[in-house]
């Protein structure tokens, strides 16, 4: 299990006064506990940040122990068979807790709900409802549908859904750090990823509710957000503009450069970050505006997949090794000290040694400070599963794997020793998970900094933490 999220309803400055809206609160729904549980990648957590307001609205209350629930909500991952079969496993611990309850609702939600649809009621049969990523506005209507008797299924997927209007409940908030959906969807078509096919076609949210959400935030205390989309560079807002009197910036609409500029002005100590940049659309006026904010952290994750031109070309990353080379230079070159990390494919369909070796040549090129590092793993439906062999034996993908594993190991104690010496700005954000006399935070370029808690300092604020020790996670040191 990745995670376990507790939702807490935050305090909503905008709504205070406001008449309470009895008729939101339909007495049906009024104390019905809700528990729900997420994996895979950060738009699922903050997607279920989303289910989590709009049931919260409508009357649910929400419980840390799904034994006692009402209702039982997973979202779910596809992006590879294991994510999935974790998901399975742990379906079957929620069986036993309904046979203790009958009336328990179990709910599968996320992209497994989209990549299996009613498949799903079918193949596990304690689960009542199944909801695609797009549909969780019709969430209170498919539960009245399951407490009629039936079993629920919307996922059709929409392309102008971004829940631009909806505020999300921080769930497991630590009040500090928070994701900030800004598009949804995904129009890539990497040969071996099922995001396309379960979160449908690209759309990017309106800059207005952005800049709101974050404003907000910062007003309840939160200092950093990370804006979330599959392809962060290819953020487009075009208002529809009807009339005569519009200006060329709005014809021109926003891209990521300037919405990126936008969040930093909220405000100086507003920390933002990103995720995920792809290699084909990160463009020098989005460096530039990174460079030119203190706010915005220096710090992408720019994921190369293989360092083979000829792999690339079958992955469909719309890329080759030189171009990706030419990205990191313009990154060094205009960020100097920018931190870069990256995801990894070992494995994929045909590769031979020799090409696995560029993307170990690759890595030094790089020195990534940090890597997401997988197996390939073959998804029913995408373009590789259709045309080409998931030929490489499975131990010669895991030795693979171990081989970059370690190299990544190495590179990432030698970024953390770049470091010693230095001042790092760190932006607090609890105790260290093994002493309550230190504290840990992360520095601009993303590394994990813990230092002896000192007076004056608490949760949510700065401190500059000279850099004395590390291991290849960890950076060490004090407050100057
Ligand atoms: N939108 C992001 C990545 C989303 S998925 C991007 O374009 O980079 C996160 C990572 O999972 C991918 O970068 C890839 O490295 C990995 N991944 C996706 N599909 C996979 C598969 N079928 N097998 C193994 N790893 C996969
Ligand atoms: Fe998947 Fe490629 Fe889209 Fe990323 S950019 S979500 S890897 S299809
Ligand atoms: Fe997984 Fe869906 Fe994210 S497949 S990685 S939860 S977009």
């Known amino acids: 299990m990745m995670d376990l999220l507790i939702p807490e309803k935050v305090h909503d400055e905008s709504r205070q006064g406001e008449p309470l809206m009895l008729e939101q609160t339909p007495e049906k729904y009024n104390g019905r506990k809700l528990y729900i549980e997420s994996y895979g990648c950060a738009m699922n957590f903050s997607d279920s940040e989303i289910v989590a307001s709009i049931l919260l609205d409508k009357g649910f209350e929400t419980t840390k122990d799904f034994t006692n629930a009402d209702v039982i909500f997973i979202n779910t991952c596809s992006i590879r068979e294991n994510a999935e079969v974790r998901v399975r496993n742990r379906l079957k611990e929620f069986k036993v807790a309904k046979s203790n309850n009958p009336g328990m609702i179990v709910g ?11 498949k799903f009621l079918e193949e596990e049969k304690l ?10 506005r019709d969430l ?5 549908q399951v407490d009629s008797g ?4 919307n996922v059709l997927l929409s392309r102008e859904e971004t829940y631009a209007d909806i505020s999300p409940v921080r769930l497991n908030s630590n009040g500090i750090n928070a994701f900030v959906s800004i598009m949804r969807g995904c129009d890539n078509m990497c040969s071996f990823c099922v995001v396309p096919f379960t979160r449908g076609r690209e759309r990017s949210r ?3 509710s952005i800049i709101k959400e974050c404003t907000d935030l910062f007003g309840q205390g939160y200092r950093e957000v990370t804006l979330l989309g599959q392809n962060v560079d290819s953020y487009k807002w075009k208002p529809e503009v009807e009339g005569e009197s519009i200006s060329i910036a709005e014809i021109k609409g926003t891209n990521f450069a300037q919405l990126l500029a936008m969040v930093a002005a909220i405000s100086p100590e507003l920390r933002v970050r990103f995720s995920t940049s792809h290699p084909k659309d990160i463009t020098d006026e989005v460096l530039h505006t990174i460079a030119e904010h203190d706010n915005i952290c220096k710090y992408i994750h720019l994921p190369v997949q293989s360092g083979n031109s000829r792999i ?11 171009w990706y080379i030419n990205r990191i230079d313009a990154i060094r070159r205009i960020i100097p000290g920018c931190a870069i990390s990256t995801d990894v494919i070992t494995g994929f369909c045909s ?12 890595m030094d090129y790089v020195q990534y400070d940090f890597a997401y590092m997988f197996m390939y793993s073959e998804r029913p439906g995408t373009l590789a599963a259709k045309r080409y062999a998931d030929d490489i034996p499975d131990a010669v993908k895991s030795a693979r794997l171990t081989e970059i594993v370690a190299k990544q190991q190495q590179h990432s104690h030698l970024r953390m020793q770049a470091q010693l010496g230095k001042v790092q700005k760190v932006l607090i954000e609890g105790f260290s998970k093994k002493s309550k006399n230190d504290y840990a935070g992360r520095s601009d370029q993303n590394a994990m900094v813990v230092f002896p808690v000192k007076e004056g300092y608490k949760p949510g604020m700065y401190a500059y933490v000279l ?7 960890t950076l060490m040191g004090r407050i100057i």
Request: proline content about 5%; aromatic content about 4%; some cysteine.
């Open 108 to 118: 599968v939600l996320g992209c497994m709900a989209e990549r299996l649809k009613a």
């Open 127 to 136: 689960v009542d409802v199944v909801v695609g990523p797009d549909a969780y």
């Open 140 to 144: 209170p209507n498919l539960i009245d």
């Open 150 to 153: 039936q079993k629920a299924v």
């Open 206 to 208: 309106d800059p207005q």
């Open 312 to 322: 690339l070309e079958l992955m469909n990353r719309t890329y080759d090794r030189e």
């Open 351 to 362: 590769e031979t040694d020799e090409e696995h070796q560029e993307t170990v040549s690759m």
């Open 467 to 473: 850099a004395e020790r590390c291991t290849s996670a």
